[in-house]
């Protein structure tokens, strides 16, 4: 077998919806029509998830959003929740799309040291208490470097739009409320500026929580029902929906079915 071959796309490849000059398509039809479309393009979606919802379920619901962006030469840039891991988003993902692919296109930012020798993760591992301040400013300067590197291997060369995932536990379990406030609001603005889609993901009993809405331009509220994940609409307002393999495309296609 040529050496190239173990980097050919996986055998169910993904056709992408068009996205339009206005909003990004969240790769589920049934989604786009609750949405009006799609994702506005520079907008910030949040995600307010209860307890009952586990990285399975974040799966099923975003996994066509990142091929969807993937498979047009778009990166994703994330930073996961804690009970997720690099290398098991990557394991995910390249079910349905090639290795090379994923680590040409999407960079995963952790702050603590894991998976870090692979070129897909970007580590921003915080400075030890005791540094100086001056070895603070360089750490500072260094971990600027390394997103600025990372920004530009998700753009590509035609610096296309691309997913930032954020996950609001991490940076306020790290930084405290006020802090992840500030990070996320300066994050928020620039991606409007540039037409990059921001995805928080919000648990319940974070401080940053009432800041988080204020920015959103889309909420989506997402629980785990007897018959598993419901999506209901806060901004736009639709009414749940059931999230299930679309049963005639199969996995990673999803349809949306009305909730009773």
């Known amino acids: 077998m040529p050496k190239s071959a173990k980097h050919d796309e996986p055998a169910s490849t993904w056709t992408p919806i068009p996205d339009t000059p206005e909003r990004f398509s969240s790769g589920i039809p049934d989604f786009d029509r609750l949405l009006g479309g799609g994702f506005p393009r520079g907008s910030h979606a949040l995600f307010e998830m209860d307890e009952t919802i586990e990285p399975r379920d974040r799966s099923l619901l975003l996994t066509p959003l990142y091929l969807n962006f993937l498979y047009q030469s778009r990166g994703v840039l994330a930073v996961l929740p804690s009970r997720e891991t690099p290398h098991g988003f990557r394991a995910d993902l390249t079910r349905w799309v090639s290795r ?34 001056a070895a603070k400013k360089r750490s500072g300067k260094e971990q600027m470097a390394k997103m600025v590197v990372a920004e530009k291997a998700v753009m590509g060369v035609r610096e296309k739009p691309f997913v930032e995932m ?35 993901l919000l648990r319940p009993g ?55």
Do not use: Q, W
């Open 206 to 260: 974070l401080g940053c929580a009432d800041a988080a809405r204020g920015n959103a331009d889309v909420i989506l509220g997402l629980h785990r029902g007897e018959l598993g994940l419901v999506v209901r609409g806060v901004r736009p307002a639709f009414p749940g929906h059931l999230v299930v393999v679309d049963p005639r495309l199969g996995a990673p296609h999803v349809s949306f079915v009305p909730a009773t």
């Open 100 to 133: 090379r692919r994923f680590d040409t296109r999407v960079r995963v930012v952790v702050y603590v040291s894991e998976d870090t020798e692979v070129p897909y993760v970007v580590d921003l591992s915080k400075s030890r208490p005791a540094d100086t301040v």
């Open 166 to 200: 954020v996950a609001f536990e991490i940076a306020e379990m790290l930084f405290g409320a006020d802090v992840a406030t500030r990070m996320f609001f300066h994050g928020v603005k620039r991606a409007r500026i540039v037409g990059n889609l921001v995805l928080g």
